[in-house]
């Protein structure tokens, strides 16, 4: 039997491009979303590297649940508007199957399956339709085993649920501009005047966006939601 045991339970991302096969190129989707996990990848390291695994999916891990949704969120940002993604996020014990080879199972990686797997079922209804980012925690599980689709949904962990319902859908409403201007302050080294003259508008222009089309509440959120443990 292979060992579970973990030291700290990891956070295990996988994702996978929404709507991919109705792409009228899908090479070119690949190689953008190639570029995306490596721009991620140099922001936000992983554990074991962001990386593509078949066709496109993506999978990475990382020690805490804050850096993980650091992560999802950027490759999202780095595709939107031309492309999308939904990730799922499983916490739990992993272990190595095939070091050489960088096989890894257990509950983290099933959690992780099961958490995109609700993501995908919850964006189908109209209420929830925005949902892109979803956590599954299994540490507490007394089997450890993840039977079904779900998210964490009962404690602590179920305020992780509610924020990403919000966060998304407020990512997801987002005009193309204003996607631009929260990708750019994503970087807490852009400033507001600087994203205005990218984007050939004025300052108070931008102040307004940030405002009134809640990417400054996208932005607080993700501040409390990456240094998550």
Same mark, same amino acid.
């Given at each position: 039997?292979? @060992?579970?045991?973990?030291?700290?339970?990891?956070?295990?991302?996988?994702? @996978?491009?929404?709507?991919?096969?109705?792409? %009228? *190129?899908?090479r070119r989707l690949q190689a953008t979303l190639e570029a995306a996990l490596a721009a +991620?990848?140099?922001?936000?390291?992983?554990?074991?590297?962001? !990386? +593509?695994?078949v066709g496109d999916e993506f999978q990475g891990t990382y020690a805490t649940l804050g850096e993980a949704l650091d992560a999802a969120l950027r490759v !999202?940002?780095? $595709?939107?508007?031309?492309? @999308?993604?939904?990730?799922?996020? /499983?916490?739990?014990?992993?272990a190595d199957i095939d070091p050489a080879r960088?096989?890894? *199972?257990?509950?983290?990686?099933? %959690?992780?399956?099961?958490?995109?797997?609700?993501?995908?079922?919850?964006?189908? !209804?109209? %209420? +929830?339709?925005?949902?892109?980012?979803g956590v599954r925690t299994v540490d507490a599980e007394a089997d450890g085993l993840v039977r079904d689709?779900?998210?964490d949904a009962t404690g602590p962990e179920a305020a992780v649920t509610a924020a990403?319902?919000?966060? @998304?859908? $407020?990512?997801?409403?987002?005009? *193309?501009?204003?996607?631009r201007l929260l990708r750019g302050l994503m970087d807490p080294e852009t400033t507001q005047a600087? $994203?205005? +003259?990218?984007? /050939?508008?004025?300052?108070? %222009?931008?102040?307004?966006?940030v405002r009134g089309d809640g990417i400054g509440a996208v932005l607080a959120a993700h501040e409390l939601l990456r240094v998550l443990p």
């Open positions: 039997m292979v @060992d579970l045991k973990s030291t700290a339970s990891p956070c295990v991302l996988i994702g @996978d491009l929404v709507a991919s096969r109705g792409a %009228a *190129d899908r +991620t990848e140099e922001r936000r390291p992983s554990v074991s590297g962001l !990386r +593509t695994t !999202r940002l780095a $595709l939107l508007p031309e492309a @999308d993604v939904r990730v799922g996020i /499983g916490r739990g014990p992993v960088g096989l890894e *199972d257990g509950p983290g990686w099933w %959690a992780a399956r099961a958490a995109v797997e609700a993501v995908e079922q919850m964006a189908a !209804r109209p %209420a +929830t339709r925005w949902l892109r980012t689709a779900g998210l990403l319902l919000c966060r @998304d859908h $407020l990512v997801g409403s987002l005009s *193309d501009r204003s996607l600087e $994203l205005a +003259t990218r984007e /050939g508008v004025s300052a108070s %222009a931008v102040s307004q966006r």
